[in-house]
DNA sequence: ACAGCCGTTGCACTTAGTGCTATAGTAATA
DNA sequence: TATTACTATAGCACTAAGTGCAACGGCTGT
């Protein structure tokens, strides 16, 4: 079912964009995105993070480098002594479903 | 000369990426890494960062919520009054460079 | 033996991130 | 016209994420 929800939301996306493209609609307000219903981001574990890291086979430094964060914050989300929070954690997720591919091929 | 650099870095990528998944090579450590010569991400201005959401035609909420943070943050972030760092930064780039689609269909 | 990277731990500091409230402008409804 | 609702802005105050630094042990290659 996580197939047939993201091929809705992909169908009503694309909708939109053609849309707004076409002059239609202005802009996107909360009224339209709440029917799009964004399924909130979880929290991600520490091994979580550690698994995402070590699938792509990067150091914890190397790691750091390309999220744009320091060694330092990635070694306290692996132990658990911090947890990231806001645009890190959809970055991490992002990441994990994409690989580290988009973060790579950014300008 | 953008686009060239980022074909030779893709080609890199593909190679080490066919490398490592031949288990020829263990994990891409900092010496690989700095071969790559990631470009250190910069910093955006407070109306950069406007045109970012405006360009995706997204009210301040909505962008918000996208990028699974709070209506107050991205208000600051427009006015100048914060400046996003680290994963936020990396994440805002990532949106000005391949628009929101990114980030819309993950999970 | 030496140098270099990896991963962990601990300490301390700065500031981003968040929440809440109030304001003003705009658009659509009754 | 009145009212409802969304957008954007501004100000205040708090928490915790993010950062930097230093030290340690383990592992690898020269």
Chains 1, 2 share one sequence.
Do not use: Y
Request: aromatic share 2%; hydrophobic share 40%; charged share 25%.
């Amino acid at each position: 079912m996580p197939t047939k929800k993201s091929a809705i939301l992909k169908a009503m996306h694309e909708t939109a964009t053609g849309l707004h493209r076409a002059g239609v609609m202005d802009q996107v307000t909360l009224k339209e995105f709440d029917r799009l219903c964004l399924p909130p981001v979880k929290d991600l574990a520490p091994a979580a993070i550690k698994r995402i890291r070590q699938k792509e086979r990067v150091s914890q430094a190397v790691f750091a480098s390309l999220l744009n964060t320091s060694l330092s914050t990635v070694q306290k989300w692996e132990v658990g002594q911090k947890k990231p929070t806001g645009a890190a954690l959809k970055l991490l997720h992002i990441v994990q479903d994409r690989g580290l591919d988009v973060v790579m091929h950014t300008s």
